[in-house]
C-alpha cells in the first residue's frame, strides 16, 4: 500500500491521539467525516493501523520502577527460545520481550512497585528461569515518547 501525505497526517495525528473521533480529526485535516473514516479503515484493512492501545501512568498505578534487563541466555540448546518467550511472557511485571541481536539475547522492560519489589522479581521469578545466563539491569530515569517517522 503506497501512503500519501494525507495517510501520513492521519496516521501521525491518531499516534497523538488515537481516541478523537472522525470527525475532530477530518475538521483538523479539511475533510469530511466520512471520507475520514473511509481512509482510516483502509489503513486499517490494509494492516498499517494494527489496533489502538490504552496507555497508563504505570507510577499512577502503582509501578514507580522501571527497568531495562539484557538477558543472555546460558545455552541456547538447553532452552528453546520459544520456551524462554512463553515463560518470561507469563511474568506480569514484565511488559515487554525483545528478542535482539547483540551482547544479549533479549530486552525486557519490567515494572515494579519500588527496587525491593523488582529484586523479588528478578531473584525469584526471572533468574530462577531454566536457561537464564547474564542479566544486566538498567533503571529508567526519565522517558520521553516521540513519535516515529510518519
Known sequence: M??????????????????????????????????????????QDAGVIAGRRLMLDAEKVGFGVTVFLGVKLATKGRVSLEDFERAIGAIPEVQTVDHVLGLYDYRLRVVARDLADFERVLRRRIMTMPGVGNVEANVLLSEERRPGPI
Not at 22 to 33: C, D, E, I, V
Request: zero cysteines.
Open 2 to 43: 503506497t501512503l500519501d501525505d494525507l495517510d501520513r497526517a492521519i496516521l501521525r495525528a491518531l499516534s497523538a491521539n488515537a481516541d478523537q473521533s472522525t470527525a475532530r480529526l477530518g475538521q483538523k485535516l479539511g475533510l469530511s467525516q466520512p471520507a475520514t473514516w473511509r481512509r482510516i479503515k483502509r489503513l
